[in-house]
């Protein structure tokens, strides 16, 4: 469900560019299946004609503990338990939902989209408006606007993706960068975008379009963009991307979390 030939046109580049660097995207297979279906898996890789080298299968047992020894920067899965166990490890994890839509997606250009607080960013915010109200909200923000807010769960995979994305920019690259990351947020631009935007800039990432939606629909956005995959911590905004055919990811992490359980 998530477009691999836009990985792998990534790793095409980098190489040509770098022969002699190995820091490119690394793809593993892991399943709670038992050794003996690696021949199914590996026929099926093939017939794809994908590259992927390296499966872990734990014969029933859940993969998330060998994700720490493969230096895991994102896990990516269906099983939400799965998921929520590697958020709690303090690895970015987030939960697979396919699309209602065929859309057709960039292959030479990979395309990432992150929702803010509670993704990017801490839940700190998230926290005031489920309290506190939207006017407590934007005082909030107002008094904070130079205090960066601190980290969430998929800081570190964008800061990987800019690592990346600077390799080309050293080459003069950057107007043919296949890497291109978005800020789609529910936040307004006036009263809260600034705080977001300086902590990017604290953080020294760089991030290509931020789009401040004050809390407009999420989903139509999203099939301009047309990113393969879009991370946002709420429900609502994982089905809204869905049923318009953009690839979505749930990060089941802060608040946000409790008042879905709840409700």
């Known amino acids: 469900i998530f477009n691999l030939q836009a990985l792998e046109h990534v790793n095409t580049r980098l190489l040509e560019l770098y022969p002699d660097d ?26 794809y004609g994908l590259t992927i080298e390296r499966f872990c299968m734990t014969g029933g047992k859940s993969p998330v503990g060998y994700l720490t020894a493969y ?4 896990y990516l899965s269906a099983d939400s338990e799965k998921v929520q166990e590697a958020i709690e490890a303090g690895i970015a994890a987030a939960t697979m939902f396919t699309a209602n839509k065929d859309v057709a997606y960039s292959d030479t250009q990979l395309r990432v989209a ?22 407590r909200f934007f005082e909030h923000e107002q008094l904070n606007e130079n205090k960066p807010l601190a980290q969430g769960p998929l800081k570190g995979f964008l800061e990987d993706l800019g690592k990346l994305q600077k390799k080309f920019y050293a080459k003069n690259e950057r107007l043919n960068c296949p890497i291109r990351t978005f800020l789609v947020t ?9 705080r977001v935007l300086k902590t990017l800039r604290s953080w020294g990432l760089e991030i290509d379009e931020a789009l401040f939606l004050a809390g407009a629909p999420k989903g139509p956005i999203l099939v301009k963009i047309r990113p393969h995959i879009f991370f946002d911590d709420q429900m609502f905004h994982i089905e809204g991307a869905q049923k318009l055919g953009t690839i979505a990811a749930h990060v089941p992490y802060g608040v946000a979390q409790k008042y879905h359980k709840s409700a």
């Not at 299946?33 to 199914?40: E, T």
């Not at 230096?71 to 994102?74: G, I, K, P, S, V």
């Not at 529910?186 to 600034?194: E, K, P, T, Y």
């Open 22 to 47: 190995e820091e490119r995207f690394d793809i593993v297979l892991m399943t709670n299946n038992h050794a003996q279906v690696g021949v199914r898996l590996i026929n099926s890789i093939n017939h």
């Open 186 to 194: 529910a936040r307004s631009a006036a009263s809260s975008g600034a």
């Open 71 to 74: 230096l895991t920067n994102l």
């Open 114 to 135: 992150f929702d803010g607080d509670a993704v990017l960013f801490s839940d700190e915010s998230e926290q005031i408006v489920k309290e506190q109200g939207l006017d």
